[in-house]
């Protein structure tokens, strides 16, 4: 594993607890991605970015070919969390539509490639803003980012996710609901300490779930300009 072979300022070596076994990785790769192994005499880099650490992201380069690898976090997990399998599956069904994300590559179930599942999509080249002031940016500029950013969520909302294959993604109706009871058992399961202000809002949230809770949609779980990579110069 190399330091930075990108030369990008937001990735670095990989962390002690999320390194893995780069010969398991680049001999699966070059079994199951088409295209991977054109250079044969090339060997597998690989870095970490700084963010996106719910599940951990890799950089990957093998000669002149750039990928990028999400996968679960080692250790044990909350249950339901780091679902990258049902990650592949919407990035997947987006990119069929012509909407902006990475083309995904491949999903990996097996666990002795690298210890977890993980899936790798295209490299895509552009900026990442990691202050929200955006500095460097002209005014004019600043607004434009952030109107292409709400239009981008205003065009993800208004997608069907029926049209997306995507209808038996979730559970269906009572979202909210189950939302609230979902996150106060998480609370509840990693708590170190008693907080009643947490006991008080949960109870709270339960009992002023909105009227209707049975509309279903596809919505973004963290939308933030940190989280977006815009084109390497134009405001797209």
């Not at 030369?7 to 607890?17: C, H, K, N, R």
């Not at 999320?18 to 090339?42: D, I, M, V, W």
């Not at 909105?210 to 919505?219: A, K, S, T």
């Amino acid at each position: 594993m190399k330091t930075n072979p990108s030369g990008d300022s937001d990735i670095a070596e990989v962390l002690p607890q999320h390194k893995f076994n780069c010969r398991s990785l680049e001999a699966y790769l070059n079994q199951h991605l088409p295209g991977f192994g054109a250079e044969p005499e090339t060997k597998l880099t690989v870095a970490q970015y700084r963010s996106g650490q719910s599940n951990p992201t890799f950089y990957l380069q093998k000669g002149f070919q750039k990928y990028v690898l999400r996968k679960k976090p080692p250790g044990s997990l909350l249950p339901k969390a780091h679902k990258i399998d049902r990650e592949c599956k919407v990035q997947k069904a987006l990119f069929a539509t012509g909407f902006p994300v990475p083309k995904p590559l491949l999903y990996c179930s097996d666990t002795s490639v690298i210890g977890t599942e993980f899936y790798v999509m295209e490299h895509v080249q552009g900026r990442i803003f990691r202050d929200f002031t955006i500095p460097g940016v002209s005014p004019a500029e600043r607004s434009a980012l952030y109107v292409a950013m709400i239009e981008t969520l205003a065009r993800l909302h208004s997608l069907n996710i029926h049209s997306l294959q995507l209808g038996g993604y979730g559970v269906g109706a009572g979202y909210c609901k189950r939302q609230v009871s979902t996150w106060t058992k998480q609370y509840e399961a990693a708590a170190h300490q008693d907080i009643p202000a947490m006991s008080q809002l949960s109870d709270w949230l339960m009992q002023n779930l909105p009227e209707n809770d049975n509309e279903e949609n596809l919505i973004h779980g963290d939308f933030r300009l940190d989280n977006i990579v815009f084109h390497p110069k134009e405001v797209l």
